[in-house]
């Protein structure tokens, strides 16, 4: 907190410090700072904080541990065990000459150390475990980078609809303040009875429409706000400013038009799906191997801590262990047809994509040719209407036009800004379609 110097007899405070002991008093210290940002800070912020995409990068973290479980399942196995046992003095019986009673024989207390150590030779499951799981790897990889391109998306066409709607706030505003000119005028000549109260009336409803069409707006540029807040990972009452100029963008969008041929390769979505398709495959090999033995090499060595008098066990053992699979009632067989059957369907799903998204592309791009041709022509109709709009004005304080003229041509003034907003948002939107599904967002 500012702390202002004690005021003695002969000290007299700079007149600086004055204003600034005022400043700070007024108007304290907010640590909440407006965070400004152009259109590409605000997809570098997006990426960088956005929670989805924090999610995707743990989900690589852990696949990358998985790899390196399965992989681990191969290497040296060594496990220790300690046991003890007591008998609670049973004894066994052994006759060796049935004209001489038996011998008893007393289980004594037995403790033993056994540590073993185990080896996988070879077992086909595990090597195609290795390559499943390095799949599911780089399935993570892609999944963060459609995430990515998701959240690039959103993050840009809610700072386009903002831009728009700001835009459409200004002209709402600048159109009001001009219409109060004309209100002002106009009752001041029906007071002095020169024209009727009629005109007066018909003025004050244009004004409260466009206090409605005002606040309208209002409330989609605060949705906007909270719309790109939650890309960014913001709470919903951070401040933002956005700083890029709307013409700025959209001419750089119409000047540089994506020209590239479509290569269905870099597109995010069949990226995945021949990921899927490969680890279909994987599956195939799997299920075959399942038929192949499994060999196992091992090595146990045990210290007998306490030991009966007739233990005959040794304490070193050196084995293989072979498992053969020998008849499983055909279930190996058919979940090998299942897994054969699921990679037909996979590569199908493959093809159906390459032509769902070479469509998908055609459709894209003629949506912006042609919202950028109605853009043109809604630019051109806007400049008229907007020259029309002036001319009624100048028109209507010279008492040449009636209040409904006046009228008539705000409202063709509106819907002309109306439309070519409207366009203007479709357009950038059309483009960044276009450019995502092209692999260039």
Known sequence: MYKPIEKTSDYIPAPWMVLLSVVLFLFPINAEDTLFLTLDEAVSYALTHNKSIVNSKLEIEKSVFKVKEVISQGLPQINASLDYSNYMGAEASLQINPMLPPAKIEFEPTSNFNLKVSQLLFNGSYYVSIQLTKIAENMAKKSLIKDELNVKEQTIKAYYTILVSERLQEIIKSNKKNIESVYEKTKNLADAGVIEQTDVKKLSIMIASLDNALKSNERQVELGYNLLRLQLGLSSDKPIHLISPLDKIIFQKISQPINDIFDISRHIDYELLSLQTELAGKNVLMRKVSFLPSLVGFYSYTNKLKSSKFDLTPDNVVGLSL???????????????????????????????????????????????NLLDQYLTQKNNLEIAREVLDKMELKYQQGLISSLELNSANNDYLSAESNYTALMLQLLNAELELRKINGRL
């Open 323 to 369: 498992s053969l699979p020998i008849f499983s009632g055909g279930q190996r067989h058919f979940l090998l047809k299942q897994a054969e059957t699921d990679y037909q369907i996979s590569q199908k799903r493959k093809e159906i994509l390459a032509q769902q998204l070479e469509l998908q592309e055609k459709q894209l791009r003629y949506n912006f040719n």
